[in-house]
Each structure stands twice: as structure tokens, then as C-alpha cells.
């Protein structure tokens, strides 16, 4: 070892007396390889789980959308997503290292006494802070190397397996707080339902909209954007020009709405906070083309929109 592997452990809080047995031990043949493989291992598992909720939160959408027959369908993956992908990170790292702990050989504790004594490259401040933590809280009664070895590795799969339990506990709460969601418009009423039974639904009519705020722009991030968004009196909204159609096309599926509006609802032309230009010709022609002939006419007629603006509106066709 190097000469400043003693200092370095005197950093981290271990007892200058089990120094030489911890120093005396070699790390085991592939120990940085199975490292990495867990690593690997626990990063596969969050993504999959990732990649099958975003398909499972879009099937329900699509499937309840067609139970309603309904012209519009949309969904969201929600916060507790995140919670999701923690709470497989740390699974996995629970599992992982049970499994290499409860072989209770003496490679497992040579693992533990190299990771020990690696100094980290990158973030230093946190690893070391996490280290000292986990040496003061479970190796104060140990009395030789190898028992310090056997608290500091049981402590940890412990620490991990309380911190999947956590995570399950915070994905729920996010489930309740920012839930993923299923979206679905008729063209009377807009249902927004959670994918999993910890918050409320709502069915709202289209015919308490209070306010549509709608446009065309094209933003430097999204390019050419359909904002058509329902404002209703409770202060909910729905973007319904984002929304998928089940059948047929978007415009078609608005306009069906549309026509359900009261004649009460405000018109709101839409305005954002970096300052495009809410009607775009390139965006008005690239969405009504796709609708054939009389595209462009059909949706300057969904967004209200005024012979003032025609004018402002060059290249438009």
C-alpha cells in the first residue's frame, strides 16, 4: 500500500488499530470488474423499469380513451417516476450486496477493505462525508479488523435496503402529489384520471370552459407547437392542440370540440415568457397542410384568428 494509506484512514475515522489489518488485505481477482457489472447491472434495471411504466402509462391512455370513445387521448408519466428510478437503483444495490455479504468469505471482506482504502477521483467531498458517516455509526463496538469489516458491510447492505424502502415510500407520496396521469377528451367532457389509485380524477365539460388560450408559434426548443389549451373555471387546463387523436385527425377532433365551446369562453391569444411570436405562417402551414386543401382556412377559423393578424402573417400558403 502506499505510504499515505495510513493517514488516509485516519481521515475517514477508522481506529488507528485496525490500520495494519485492513492495509495487509488485497483486494479479491475481478473485485473493480463486479463493481462495475453492479453498476451496469443496477442502471439496466432503472431503465427498463423507465422504458415499461412510459409504455404501460401510454397503453392505459390509449385504452381508456377507446372505452370512452373518445376523440383525444394524452398521458403523462408524473413525478413518482422518479421515485421509481430510485427506488430500483437502490433495490438493486440492496440485492447486490446481501448477495456478496452473506457469502461472508474472506473475498468479501477484502472487498470492503479496498473499497475503504480507494480515494475516490471525483466527488471526494460527498464519498468521504459518507464514509465517516457509516464507520462512526456501525464500527464503534468492533474489536479487531475483521469484525470491523463485518459491521461496516452488514451496516451498509442495511443502510441500502432502508433506502429502497424509502424510495417506495416517496414514490408513493409523488403518486398522491404529482401522479401519473391518463387524459381523454369527448367533445362534451375532458376526464383526467391517475394511473395508479392514490390521487382524484376529474371529468370536467367542455362546456364549462372559461377561457381558450390558443396559437401557433414556433419555438427555438419545439420547433412549430399547436397550443390549444382549455381553461376551465377551477383553474384547471388542458392543452388539447398536444393531445393525440384516437382517430382520424387532430384538427378534426378540435374542431369537434370547438363546437361545444359556450359562447361565454374568453379568447386568449397564447404569449410565453421568451417571446415568440404567437401565430407563425411556417407553423399555421405546416399543421394545416397535413389536412388537405382547406387546412389552412379550417385552422385559422379553430384559432380565431382576426384579419389584424392575417396581415402580420407573411408567407402564409
Not at 402509462?57 to 370513445?69: G, L, P, R, T, Y
Not at 392543452?239 to 378540435?254: D, F, I, T, V
Request: proline share 5%; hydrophobic share 50%.
Amino acid at each position: 500500500m502506499p505510504p499515505s494509506a495510513d493517514s488516509w484512514l485516519t481521515h475517514l475515522g477508522v481506529p488507528s488499530a485496525f490500520h495494519t489489518g485492513l492495509m495487509v488485505r488485497r483486494a479479491p481477482r475481478f473485485h473493480t470488474l463486479l463493481h462495475l457489472a453492479i453498476i451496469l447491472a443496477s442502471i439496466t434495471a432503472a431503465v427498463a423499469a423507465m422504458v415499461e411504466w412510459s409504455r404501460y402509462v401510454a397503453a392505459s391512455a390509449q385504452d381508456a380513451a377507446k372505452a370512452a370513445h373518445a376523440i383525444l387521448y394524452d398521458s403523462d408519466i408524473g413525478a413518482e417516476s422518479l421515485g421509481l428510478i430510485l427506488t430500483v437503483l437502490f433495490a438493486a444495490g440492496w440485492l447486490c450486496g446481501a448477495i456478496t455479504w452473506r457469502r461472508g468469505s474472506e473475498s468479501a471482506r477484502n472487498g470492503w477493505a479496498a473499497d475503504l482504502m480507494h480515494e475516490p477521483a471525483k466527488h471526494k467531498a460527498i464519498t468521504d462525508w459518507l464514509w465517516r458517516q457509516v464507520i462512526r455509526r456501525y464500527t464503534k463496538a468492533a474489536v479487531r479488523a475483521d469484525d470491523f469489516l463485518a459491521r461496516l458491510g452488514g451496516g451498509i447492505v442495511r443502510d441500502l435496503r432502508f433506502a429502497a424502502l424509502g424510495m417506495l415510500v416517496l414514490t408513493a407520496a409523488l403518486g398522491v402529489a404529482l401522479p401519473a396521469r391518463i387524459s381523454y377528451a369527448t367533445n362534451v367532457a375532458i376526464a383526467d384520471y391517475p394511473v395508479l389509485p392514490l390521487a382524484r380524477s376529474a371529468v370536467r365539460p367542455v362546456a364549462s370552459v372559461a377561457a381558450v388560450i390558443s396559437g401557433c408559434p414556433r419555438l427555438p426548443k419545439d420547433g412549430n407547437t399547436l397550443v390549444y389549451r382549455l381553461r376551465f373555471a377551477d383553474g384547471a387546463e388542458a392543452n388539447l392542440g398536444a393531445w393525440n387523436p384516437l382517430a382520424g385527425s387532430r384538427l378534426a377532433a378540435l374542431e369537434a370540440v370547438a363546437a361545444q365551446l359556450p359562447a361565454s369562453a374568453i379568447r386568449v391569444r397564447f404569449a410565453n415568457p421568451i417571446g415568440s411570436a404567437p401565430l407563425s405562417a411556417e407553423c399555421l402551414t405546416a399543421f394545416g397542410r397535413k389536412e388537405g386543401a382547406d387546412g389552412i382556412d379550417r385552422l385559422l377559423r379553430l384559432l380565431a384568428v382576426s384579419d389584424a393578424e392575417k396581415k402580420g402573417l407573411t408567407g402564409l400558403r
